[in-house]
């Protein structure tokens, strides 16, 4: 499966934005989808992942609460809503398909090419 992530930019602290991840193939709906992170100098972190039907869904601790990972099988696309956006959000977001939803960056099969995400103060 090939991903194209959209939807980064500038947006001052408290903004939200939404990102979106478009899948090519008729496979999405087989794959677990994770959104995750990296920072200049930091390793990729967890942000969200949500199940193959959707159903379920995990969010690392920095973002509970004002991110919410969704997804459209019909449409092929994942998408994360960031809300009360922060300056530390400031970070390459990448989207990921995976066998599970599962935490680590290391068990995800695809990826996309990231977007980019810079937060203001």
């Given at each position: 499966v090939?991903?194209?992530?959209?939807?980064g930019?500038?947006?001052?602290?408290?903004?939200?934005?939404?990102?979106?991840?478009?899948?090519?193939?008729?496979?999405?709906?087989?794959y677990?989808?994770g959104?995750?992170?990296?920072?200049?100098?930091?390793?990729?972190?967890?942000?969200?992942?949500?199940?193959?039907?959707?159903?379920?869904?995990?969010?690392?601790?920095?973002?509970?609460?004002?991110f919410?990972?969704?997804?459209?099988?019909?449409?092929?696309?994942?998408?994360?809503?960031?809300?009360?956006l922060?300056?530390?959000?400031?970070?390459?977001?990448?989207?990921?398909?995976?066998?599970?939803p599962?935490?680590?960056?290391?068990?995800?099969?695809?990826?996309g090419?990231?977007?980019?995400?810079?937060?203001?103060?």
């Amino acid at each position: 499966v090939q991903l194209q992530a959209s939807g980064g930019g500038l947006v001052q602290a408290g903004g939200s934005l939404r990102l979106s991840c478009a899948a090519s193939g008729r496979t999405f709906s087989s794959y677990a989808m994770g959104w995750f992170r990296q920072a200049p100098g930091k390793e990729r972190e967890l942000v969200a992942t949500v199940s193959r039907s959707g159903g379920l869904t995990y969010y690392g601790d920095s973002v509970k609460g004002r991110f919410t990972i969704s997804r459209d099988n019909a449409e092929n696309t994942v998408y994360l809503q960031m809300n009360s956006l922060k300056p530390e959000d400031t970070a390459v977001y990448y989207c990921a398909a995976g066998l599970e939803p599962f935490l680590s960056y290391k068990r995800y099969d695809y990826w996309g090419q990231g977007t980019l995400v810079t937060v203001s103060s």
